[in-house]
């Protein structure tokens, strides 16, 4: 009987002792998995945090790469090109696509102290000259789908950029604007353009239109300003960090940075995007064939330079342009500088020119037309 008493007393007095110990295990469970999912969360921290300041080093390694100025300019019998290899390659596709000019053209290498310019030249003789700055990273036939209109009443010039891919050869770095407006002021001498000329640009080719109204505006008779890159307001960060990526070897790259640059042309319909997918091949091939060269960044105009363009000038600008806000670029001109006139295009961005040829084709040949 003692002793079975004294069992029944053991089980008893063992019993709480056991809930204490699940209960101690269970809390010890508990904290470890809290401990594992903290050091999962701090992991996870700090590897999303190695891969942005990885990518923020690719970039800005890129950027120095690009941005920074080659030594002089090292001529060979391909120059500009890497290679005689890539030469060829670049320029049966470029020659390629020149076909799909729909107006009849000539074309003329024009020497300058700065190189060989390559001009495409349309529209009846005699008739008032309009010269086409294309945007950068591209060449004369981004006017393809606006030639036409422009070529009708006009003496069109759609000109390879002499520091951008295309047809032109420069033979001296270009430094600043005031290499690119020396440039242009030549050109226009020698193609004997007189001092009534129009002058259209298109995103790079706008910038450096409004740098050439401010130092020869007396050669001008009215310039058109089609998104122009910088003059208005700086470059969105986005669209420099995309574009800065382009320069690394990777077609998916550049595919990224034209889909979102010219999103509304991507969404119209398949043609379009096949149209796009053509661009990035254009892209991809100029960027490898090409060799590097430090591009001059494009400026933003204080508030005296835009007023001191005396020129007739006329802005247009889509409304979902991704390299600034349309909106605020407009409020900004009409604040400062009234006297140009500014148009917003709906449903468009920096492919205003293409995804709305039309419309943007019809108000530049309206403003021309103006007395």
Not at 128 to 133: E, N, R, S, T
Not at 176 to 199: K, T
Not at 262 to 267: A, F, I, K, N
């Amino acid at each position: 009987m003692t002793n079975g008493f004294t069992n029944s007393n053991s089980l008893v007095e063992l019993r709480p002792q056991h809930k204490d110990v699940r209960r101690t295990q269970g809390a010890e469970r508990m904290n470890n998995d809290q401990s594992r999912k903290k050091r999962t969360v701090k992991f996870f921290l700090i590897g999303w945090r190695a891969i942005v300041v990885l990518i923020v080093a690719i970039v800005a390694g890129v950027g120095v790469w690009l941005f920074s100025r080659p030594e002089g300019v090292e001529m060979s019998a391909y120059h500009p090109f890497r290679s005689a290899k890539a030469k060829e390659e670049y320029l049966k596709l470029y020659d390629m696509r020149a076909k799909k000019w729909p107006v009849v053209s000539e074309s003329r290498t024009v020497d300058t102290s700065y190189g060989q310019t390559f001009v495409r030249i349309s529209g009846p003789v005699g008739a008032p000259p309009l010269v086409l700055l294309h945007g950068v990273g591209g060449n004369s036939l981004q006017w393809l789908p606006n030639i036409e209109a422009l070529s009708e009443c006009h003496r069109t010039y759609a000109v390879d950029n002499i520091y951008d891919y295309g047809r032109s050869v420069y033979t001296r770095t270009i430094k600043g604007a005031d290499d690119f407006v020396n440039w242009l002021d030549e050109l226009f001498s020698i193609l004997e353009l007189g001092d009534n000329i129009n002058l259209m640009g298109l995103s790079y080719g706008g910038w450096l239109t409004s740098q050439y109204a401010l130092r020869f505006p007396d050669r001008l008779n009215k310039i058109v300003l089609l998104a122009p890159a910088g003059t208005v307001l700086p470059l969105r960060l986005e669209w420099m960090m995309r574009a800065i990526l382009c320069a690394v070897p990777y077609r998916y790259f550049t595919k990224s940075f034209m889909y979102w640059l010219l999103e509304d042309l991507v969404q119209k319909d398949e043609a379009s995007r096949v149209m796009v997918e053509e661009w990035v091949d254009d892209s991809f091939m100029a960027i490898k064939c090409f060799k590097r060269k430090s591009m001059v960044n494009p400026t933003v105009l204080e508030d005296r330079e835009l007023q001191s363009i005396k020129v007739p000038a006329l802005y247009l600008v889509g409304e979902n342009e991704k390299i600034y806000s349309a909106q605020e670029a407009v409020q900004r001109l009409n604040k400062v500088a009234p006297h140009i006139k500014t148009e917003v295009i709906p449903d468009a961005g920096h492919d205003l020119t293409i995804v709305q040829a039309e419309m943007v084709n019809r108000k530049v040949l309206e403003f021309l037309k103006q007395p």
